[in-house]
């Protein structure tokens, strides 16, 4: 199965600032097959970002996906005080599906 | 409004069942594919298990393969999970989810906590 790794663990920002999160696999995903999700304490995930770049419905344009190969990248580009949260990275295109350990990021 | 509502959870001892419900509203249930994915503290998201929009074809994780079985009544907008032989590392709030074995999932239910202890 794949292994995804995110980086960092915690992220400590302020609002207004940019974050960049970052999503490795274990190996090659194509790129069509990597999303991103949102998750708040006591809530279930939130889809934000597939394949690998596509937002869905909702979701600002603040928040953009990017990568290939085995690196991928959630960039935010302005923090709002909502954005804080736990991200996973996800890849579905090779069985069983898997999720990465989150970055949690912080104010 | 798309809703998943889940429930069925608890606590049950090492060795007992469980049956997980996941009531679907606001769209056209039979159309999607569904899965459950859990989520502990200490192994995070993890896929549990998917079935096809008739329930035809279903598909496990090598964890659960064997122990759980995934159903569907597209009649009553409804999915479940029937757990069995459960072990102590299946304690997770359990999701379900719209999408199948290799998709994203774009609605998501409440989650319901199954503790075996």
């Known amino acids: 199965e794949i292994v995804l790794t995110q980086s960092p663990g915690t992220l400590s920002l302020s609002p207004g600032e940019r974050a960049t999160l970052s999503c490795r696999a274990s190996?090659?995903?194509?790129?069509?097959?990597i999303a991103w999700y949102q998750q708040k304490p006591g809530q279930a995930p939130r889809l934000l970002i597939y394949?690998?770049?596509s937002r869905a419905t909702g979701i600002p344009d603040r928040f953009s996906g990017s990568g290939s190969g085995t690196d991928f990248t959630l960039t935010i580009s302005r923090l709002e005080p909502d954005d804080f949260a736990v991200y996973y990275c996800?890849?579905?295109?090779?069985?069983?599906?898997?999720f990465g350990p989150g970055t949690k990021l912080e104010i | 409004e798309v809703q998943l509502l889940d429930s069925g959870g608890g606590l049950v001892q090492p060795g007992g069942s469980l049956r997980l419900s996941c009531e679907a509203s606001?769209?056209?249930?039979?159309?999607?594919?569904m899965s459950w994915v859990r989520q502990t503290p200490g192994k995070g998201l993890e896929w549990v298990s998917s079935?096809?929009?008739?329930?035809?074809?279903?598909y496990y994780a090598d964890s659960v393969k064997g122990r759980f079985n995934i159903s569907r009544d597209n009649s009553k907008n409804a999915m479940y999970l029937q757990m069995n032989s459960l072990r102590g590392d299946d304690t997770a709030v359990y999701y379900c989810?719209?999408?199948?074995?290799?998709?994203?999932?774009?609605?998501w239910g409440q989650g319901t906590l199954v503790t075996v202890s």
């Open positions: 079935l096809s929009r008739t329930g035809a074809i279903t």
């Open positions: 996800q890849q579905y295109g090779s069985s069983p599906q898997t």
């Open positions: 989810a719209t999408g199948g074995d290799n998709s994203i999932h774009v609605y």
């Open positions: 394949g690998p770049s």
């Open positions: 190996q090659s995903v194509s790129s069509t097959y």
């Open positions: 606001g769209f056209s249930f039979s159309a999607y594919a």
